[in-house]
């Protein structure tokens, strides 16, 4: 199931695909693989009616983040939706049939959104906790946005010649963000970090990138723009005067 940033893998119908979170109980998603992430989102919908759960991040250094109480919304009309209209089965007298509301029932998502601090650690389990007075809620999946901080910012070069046109960026990791450069007079496009270099005053100069992503850390590269060679032709013997007449040579320098 895919979400925007949020993606959901369930076992086959024939697997466990959720457990039941019921008043005064708690329920552990252990990682099998523990890693470090910005954000995660549980999939999961409340049974008859909304219920209330609490949930805490425990992470591998043994410390804990509390993301306090969620209310979770029953699985017929409610929101935030993760994957909507699934259908149902109608239970009979004697028969079960299909169908049901064509836009019921959903799936809804829970973000948790970690703080630059704990994007740094590994998380190791997420603990579940129906709250007094809530019905039940089924927690289906858990997704995870990958903790990425890095960025390198690089350019073909560290000299220019200031009769250079246009000097492309490279990056690499987060590639969402601005570029500035300093001291003033270089010509560069905050958005993309293209470089006019004719445009440009020769100097050294630093592009800094500044990334829009929370917690994530900058770069630098520093280059310099030459100013254009002035080329100084002279001549032996000088051609005025004496003039040089046809047949006779002379050297430029």
């Known amino acids: 199931i895919v979400n925007g940033t949020r993606t959901y893998q369930l076992m086959p119908y024939t697997g466990n695909n959720a457990f039941y979170v019921q008043t005064s109980t708690t329920k552990t998603i252990t990682l099998t693989s523990p890693a470090s992430y910005s954000k995660l989102s549980l999939l999961l919908f409340s049974t008859e009616g909304t219920s209330n759960i609490s949930i805490n991040v425990k992470y591998t250094d043994l410390t804990t983040t509390s993301f306090g109480s969620s209310t979770v919304a029953d699985w017929f009309g409610g929101?935030?939706?993760?994957?909507?209209?699934?259908?149902?089965?109608?239970?009979?007298?004697?028969?079960?049939?299909?169908?049901?509301?064509?836009?019921?029932?959903?799936?809804?998502?829970?973000?948790?959104?970690?703080?630059?601090?704990?994007?740094?650690?590994?998380?190791?389990?997420?603990?579940?906790?129906?709250?007094?007075?809530?019905?039940?809620?089924?927690?289906?999946?858990?997704?995870?946005?990958?903790?990425?901080?890095?960025?390198?910012?690089?350019?073909?070069?560290s000299i220019f010649c200031g009769s250079t046109t246009f000097v492309t960026a490279s990056l690499t990791g987060i590639t969402t963000g601005a570029f500035s450069a300093s001291p003033s007079g270089l010509n560069l496009n905050s958005t993309n970090g293209l470089i006019n270099a004719l445009l440009s005053s020769p100097g050294t100069y630093t592009v800094t990138f500044t990334p829009s992503v929370p917690c994530a850390t900058g770069a630098t590269f520093s280059l310099t723009i030459s100013p254009s060679p002035v080329i100084s032709i002279s001549s032996s013997p000088a051609s005025t005067p004496p003039p040089i007449c046809y047949g006779q040579t002379a050297t430029s320098t």
Not at 106 to 132: H, M, P, R
């Open 79 to 157: 929101t935030p939706i993760a994957k909507c209209c699934l259908g149902r089965c109608a239970r009979l007298t004697s028969v079960t049939t299909s169908g049901g509301l064509p836009s019921n029932p959903n799936l809804y998502y829970l973000d948790l959104n970690l703080s630059c601090a704990d994007q740094l650690k590994s998380v190791a389990s997420i603990v579940v906790t129906g709250n007094t007075g809530s019905i039940g809620s089924f927690i289906m999946g858990v997704s995870g946005v990958p903790y990425t901080s890095t960025t390198t910012l690089s350019y073909p070069s």
